[in-house]
């Protein structure tokens, strides 16, 4: 009986570094596109996939759909060629609206295989979006939509971050608005946060404050689950049916096995990543930057942690009951709520979810 995996191809390749990314994305690097592709086609035939089915593949970034659809076509076969891919598969594209507005091209990834498309969004204001680094305009967000659509496509999420230079909340929401208009099955909305060794970190203080960031999230909570999109992770929203299965496995710690340089992989018991490092992995002189096989204390840690980043929360029954009290408490604060034999965090107990998981993490090790 074969056991489902998660692929992911990581391409580091991208056309300018926006100023707040510490992902491993190179700009100006297209030449070396064919020779990425050659080896990450070696890297997928060399990996032992028995007893595995992939059902689902995501083409992470940088920028995929940068390369384009002939590369991005023959990655795909190389991964079907390497892994049996499952009939319903969900196979995702990262795309930044400036290269996913050619109806041709994106026709051409829906006959691939191809089947859904996250945008890069960002923003509505281009204003915003300038000040920022994206290279794309709002309105080329609108034709990237309508192109992707007349290609087939019926599984669309578009990425939103709040908390940009400058922005308050009347902003956010006409984001919000904009994003809600164009009919996505899935948004993801994400917290802006000043990374060291960034170009936004130096001027860090253009950003909104937590407390503005806090009414920033609870306005995109409730502002979108009052028009159909329920959120089932801190950070995502979706139409009925049509979460990312790709990244629950992340959250369910699923089996997951990445490709390219700084790809991430949780594959037949071992956690494991390769080295950032493009120029070497072009030489197929693939170094990985860690390496461990999680001890079952750790997997329970991770779990425990990962649970308490979705919507469903804990199931009570799995978890010790020492950890009532605590969560009582934090019922008691608005912070947490018990539905249904689960424990799950509310809105307002998401904005504080460190502390929250940190407590029980705490009193798990007491165990």
Partial sequence: MTKPLGVYIHVPFCKQKCVYCDFYSLPHREEEMDAYVSSLRAQLAETDFSDYEADTV???GGTPSFLGPRRLTALLEAVSAACPIAPEAEITL???????ADRSDLSALRRAGF???????QSADDEELRA??????MAQVRAAVEAARKAGFDNLSLDLIYGLPGQDLSRWRKNLSAAAELEPEHLSCYGLKAEPGTPLYARRETLPGDEAQADMYLETVDFLESRGWRQY?????????????????YWTLGEYVGFGPGAHSDFRG???AWARDLDAFLRRDRVLSEAQ????????????MLSLRLARGLDMAEWKRSFTPFLERCEAAGYALREAGRWR???????VSNRIIGELLDLLQEE
């Fill in 58 to 60: 995501y083409f992470g």
């Fill in 94 to 100: 990262e795309a930044n609206p400036d290269s996913a």
């Fill in 115 to 121: 089947n859904r498309i996250s945008l890069g969004m």
């Fill in 132 to 137: 920022i680094g994206r290279v794309h305009t």
């Fill in 233 to 249: 992770e801190i950070s995502n929203f979706a139409k009925p049916g049509r979460e990312s299965r790709h990244n629950l496995k």
């Fill in 270 to 272: 071992v956690r494991y």
């Fill in 293 to 304: 096989r999680m001890a079952p204390r750790d997997r329970e840690a991770e779990r425990l």
């Fill in 345 to 351: 965090l509310t809105p307002r107990g998401f904005l």
